[in-house]
């Protein structure tokens, strides 16, 4: 059994792939994912706040919120992200974080609990379309022979945001109060929805699986993951020029 040849790194490439610096979009869709988590920790606490303080619910009314949430972002990742996927994952995430943004906004002005019901499910769908499509557009540029290195940054990296959305929608809450977090939250999602714009501006056709040429494409990220060694498929392009011919 012939053993596959083992490949010789110096610490410096060790130490740049390990920060992702070598693959500079992937590295910049992990920012987002940091964003995202981030946002998602300041949730966790604008949720049991925003029962308690603004609806004057209980323990109950908040259990029905959760569930509610959860089924909508549910519904997101079966039913919009699929449909939003067609526009490509760069336009696709720069819509789905907007739209998450615009529709937390009235959430400072819910009267009740049913309504409150009603505007956590509509920003909960486009929250669930995102992990799959984010997600997808990470994988599709992570180069088969750096699996393991570039996973385990990506992971460590990204799961360094809920903590800290955490503690700052807690602060939030117990001082400005509740509408202010609201603000803050759904505002958190405006600049993230910018660098996904940016990010398919600046690679409009993708590169194929963990090519450094360009710093990296977004590529095709949806369409059931083509494979380690296979190019972009043509059935999957995100550039608007591309689009048109």
Do not use: K
């Not at 966790?44 to 619910?57: A, C, D, G, N």
């Not at 379309?129 to 992971?155: C, D």
């Amino acid at each position: 059994i012939r053993r596959p040849p083992r490949s010789t790194l110096s610490y410096t490439t060790l130490f740049r792939s390990v920060l992702l610096w070598r693959w500079r979009t992937l590295a910049a869709l992990t920012l987002v994912s940091v964003g995202v988590l981030f946002l998602d920790g300041m949730t966790e606490v604008f949720l049991p706040s925003f029962t308690r303080l603004v609806l004057h619910q209980g323990p109950a009314q908040y259990g029905l919120l959760v569930s509610v949430s959860g089924v909508a972002a549910l519904a997101g990742t079966f039913g919009v992200a699929p449909l939003a996927g067609r526009l490509g994952p760069g336009p696709a995430l720069a819509a789905l974080l907007t739209a998450r943004a615009v529709l937390i906004v009235p959430l400072a002005l819910a009267g009740s609990w049913l309504a409150g019901a009603v505007l956590i499910a509509a920003a909960s769908l486009p929250d669930g379309a995102v992990y799959p499509i984010l997600a997808a557009a990470q994988q599709r540029l992570i180069p088969a022979a750096a699996e393991g290195r570039v996973q385990g940054a990506r992971g460590a990296l990204s799961a360094a945001g809920f903590p800290l959305g955490s503690a700052l929608g807690g602060m939030l809450a117990a001082g400005p109060g509740v509408p202010v977090l609201t603000l803050v939250l759904a505002a958190g999602y405006l600049p993230l929805a910018l660098a996904c714009y940016v990010i398919q501006s600046a690679n409009p056709a993708g590169a194929g699986r963990g090519s450094d040429h360009g710093a990296g494409g977004l590529g095709p990220a949806l369409a059931g993951e083509p494979g380690r060694d296979r190019g972009p498929d043509p059935q999957l392009t995100l550039g608007r020029d591309q689009r048109d011919h």
